[in-house]
């Protein structure tokens, strides 16, 4: 028996869940800085810089960098800063996790609280959400054909997306920030890096991932002036791909394992910043096979290994921006000046109609502003209402959108805040597809075969030309040679239909001389 086979690269999911953690630890004022008498503001940026597969279980190990801004007790610039590392190990419980399997992972800080304990201590605790994905990549082989004569084949295309290859790469940054020449910083109050304008490029057996990371400052000076400054140094790293091509698809994340933002003693007015990250790549490539989905042979009886692959179709990246331009009253301002936005994202609620995906979901903004009072700074926070709609979303497939602050501009108008602000969409979409692969065809000659010329059968709900065909050991193309059939994947209930019997073709026997 002569077959034909083609072996695809499945990307299982095992599971996708979302885990709470809680990273928590205290801090002892170190003595060159005065007591605390309350804190103002708490920021910060997560890193994992080891992952750990058990049976069952995962465990992580990283640390937050946090910058406290406080109001200290009886001085007369009263707003100082400080900056803890807290570091965590944590055993998340996963039933289905197993040795081998690959997780992917995606923190997120939702948010800090902030306790004074006394003048000289304080505890930290932060709420993190931890976006876990386990996956098993695996090959399978698949029956394609089976050239025979006799044999009856059920067959259709099929579209999927197989695993072509996946690769990491760690990259490193170190750069000096500038600050103004015009500032002698006398020490950093508030310091955050976010991953911006993400791009790839493919090229021959690799991939050119690339990235600005983008450090917002806020600082204390010699003379007691409170500043603020971005500035972006560029992030650059290669992945070999094997066998990569422009047209593939690629899934690509970034994970934070590192972290160092100080003041620069060797070069006035910068701040010394380095960064590790892990670039992470999945590569997919859209294969159309020929997918057997039942066969048999009239007057044999046929023996197959028969199982359900799960895999995914048509998937695809949709990126949209999300123009937010709202004015919000928030009378306490004043006058004031906007030193620091921290912005947290959240989505509400997902309806989907007519080949669209509507998002409705709020901005929670925290404002860090100068007043007028002994402290010198507040902080508000207000929360925008936002809706976003993603055309060529279909209502079978699936989703997972992505979410990242673009561009961001806050304007004070007397107390009016001109909220002028881009969210970046990134929707993935596919659809799950089970596709049966058929191995290891064997065939016997059936015994018990009826003798009959020619059946006349009423067709009963349920029945299918094949079904019919492969019941009686007759073929399709022979019923609907013999009743005259126009389309033969519609039968009535009821019709009568004449059966006829299938001659195997059999190869002659050579004559022996």
Request: charged share 30%.
């Amino acid at each position: 028996m002569d077959i034909t086979k083609e072996t695809i690269k499945i990307n299982k999911i095992i599971c996708e869940k979302k885990e709470q953690i809680v990273v928590q630890g205290d801090m002892i004022v170190p003595d060159s800085k005065p007591d605390i008498l309350n804190t103002i503001n708490t920021d910060g940026n997560i890193c994992i810089y080891k992952k750990e597969v058990f049976e069952g279980k995962l465990r992580l190990e990283g640390n937050i960098v946090s910058y406290i801004m406080y109001l200290a007790d009886g001085e007369k610039n009263n707003l100082r800063g400080l900056n803890t590392t807290l570091d965590f190990s944590e055993t998340i419980v996963v039933p289905e996790l197993q040795i081998g399997m690959i997780v992917d992972i995606e923190p997120n800080i939702k948010n800090f609280e902030c306790k004074v304990i006394n003048g000289r201590k304080i505890g930290i605790k932060a709420n993190v959400e931890i976006s876990i994905k386990i996956r098993l990549p695996e090959e399978a082989e698949i029956t394609t054909n089976v050239n025979d004569v006799n044999m009856q084949i059920l067959s259709k295309k099929e579209k999927i997306n197989s695993l072509l290859c996946e690769g990491n790469n760690k990259t490193y940054v170190k750069e000096n920030v500038s600050i103004p020449n015009t500032d002698n910083l006398a020490e950093i109050l508030n310091a955050t890096i976010s991953l911006v304008d993400k791009d790839i490029k493919i090229s021959y057996n690799k991939i050119l991932a690339k990235s600005e990371i983008e450090l917002k400052l806020v600082y204390l000076t010699d003379d007691g002036r409170i500043c603020k400054t971005i500035g972006r140094v560029p992030l650059v790293g290669f992945i070999d791909m094997p066998d990569i091509k422009e047209e593939n698809i690629c899934d690509t994340t970034y994970l934070i394992k590192n972290l160092i933002i100080k003041p620069n003693s060797i070069e006035e007015h910068t701040v010394y910043l380095e960064v590790e990250v892990e670039i992470n790549c999945i590569s997919y490539e859209e294969k159309e096979i020929q997918v057997i989905q039942d066969l048999y042979c009239p007057g044999e009886r046929i023996n197959y290994d028969l199982k359900t692959l799960k895999t995914t179709s048509d998937r695809k990246t949709l990126k949209n921006i999300c123009q937010i331009r709202e004015k919000v009253n928030v009378p306490e301002i004043g006058n004031g000046e906007i030193i620091n936005i921290s912005i947290q994202i959240s989505i509400n609620k997902e309806n989907r109609l007519s080949g669209k995906m509507a998002l409705e979901g709020e901005m929670e903004v925290n404002l860090i502003y100068t007043d007028t009072s002994t402290i010198g700074v507040n902080s508000k926070i207000i929360t925008i209402p936002f809706t976003q709609t993603i055309e060529e979303v279909e209502n079978n497939c699936n989703t997972s959108t992505r979410i990242e602050v673009g561009t961001q501009e806050f304007i004070n108008q007397s107390g009016t805040i001109d909220a002028n602000v881009d969210l970046n969409f990134e929707t993935l979409t596919y659809k799950n597809v089970e596709i049966p692969a058929i191995n290891n065809i064997t065939e016997e000659t059936e015994d018990d075969l009826e003798d009959y010329s020619v059946i006349i059968y009423v067709v009963k709900d349920g029945d299918t030309l094949w079904k019919i065909a492969k019941k009686y050991g007759s073929t399709v193309d022979d019923i609907v040679r013999v009743n005259g059939i126009e389309n033969p994947d519609k039968i009535n209930i009821g019709e009568k239909i004449y059966i006829p019997k299938y001659v195997l073709k059999r190869a002659k026997e050579p004559i022996v001389i």
